[in-house]
């Protein structure tokens, strides 16, 4: 079974510059996740899918971060301007409900540095 | 809220000595816990998990038993390799939902 797919794996960009991610998550999982983890620190999310409706984007920084999910596979997740404290390992997970336990499984993220 | 707290590292050890990274956890209800590992340049992936109180999730020779009475998930291992060496994360979903809470990280350095 593949996993979950990530691209870029690396980026460099200049802030207030855009950036995009895209992610493919494991084939048959409806929910999709965005992790932000800074160096030295756990994941945090950022957004939770479900098919391509959004469940929570609260921690989402919405005034440059944006993400969507058409046709509930494939995902984006977009900054707008960036900052430099964007700089960060963006990780994509996916998860499948068994026995009412959510597994997530991820993606090997994509390295962002802004300078 | 959620909260997962673990113990700072880095732990240095040697190989075949015994790992124990501590893992606390603050959460309503019965949640589930993980244990996830990142290797140098990889993901996450899971490692182990439990999905109530008094179960031990186990694999590749790890070990943690779900704690409820103390609130803790702490990962052990008997007998560490070099290729051991890795970040190691803890992490809790919440009884009715499916969001990770992660702690911090510990890094572990395994020495030949």
């Known amino acids: 079974e593949a996993g979950v797919a990530q691209s870029p794996r690396y980026k460099i960009i200049e802030k207030r510059q855009s950036v995009a991610f895209w992610c493919n998550p494991i084939s048959g999982h409806a929910t999709l996740y965005w992790y932000q983890q800074i160096l030295g620190q756990g994941p945090k999310l950022l957004i939770q899918?479900?098919?391509?409706?959004?469940?929570?984007d609260s921690q989402l920084p919405k005034d440059r971060f944006s993400a969507e999910r058409l046709k509930g596979v494939d995902s984006t997740l977009k900054i707008q301007p960036a900052k430099l404290e964007d700089s960060a390992v963006y990780l994509c997970?996916?998860?499948?409900?068994?026995?009412?336990?959510?597994?997530?499984?991820f993606g090997p993220g994509t390295r962002l540095t802004v300078t | 809220g959620n909260s997962v707290t673990q113990m700072e590292g880095p732990v240095t050890l040697s190989e075949e000595a015994f790992l124990t990274i501590n893992c606390t956890y603050t959460?309503?209800?019965?949640?589930?816990l993980f244990w996830y590992v990142q290797y140098p340049g990889e993901g996450l992936q899971l490692l182990l998990k439990a999905t109530k109180a008094d179960d031990k999730g186990s694999n590749k020779g790890f070990e943690a038993t779900y704690r409820k009475e103390t609130t803790s998930f702490h990962l052990e291992k008997g007998s560490v390799q070099v290729s051991d060496s890795a970040v190691y994360f803890c992490a809790l979903s919440p009884a009715a939902g499916n969001k990770l809470t992660f702690g911090g990280g510990t890094r572990v350095l395994v020495k030949p």
């Open positions: 997970a996916s998860s499948l409900e068994q026995g009412g336990v959510y597994e997530q499984y």
């Open positions: 899918f479900q098919n391509n409706g959004v469940v929570d």
């Open positions: 959460a309503t209800g019965y949640p589930s």
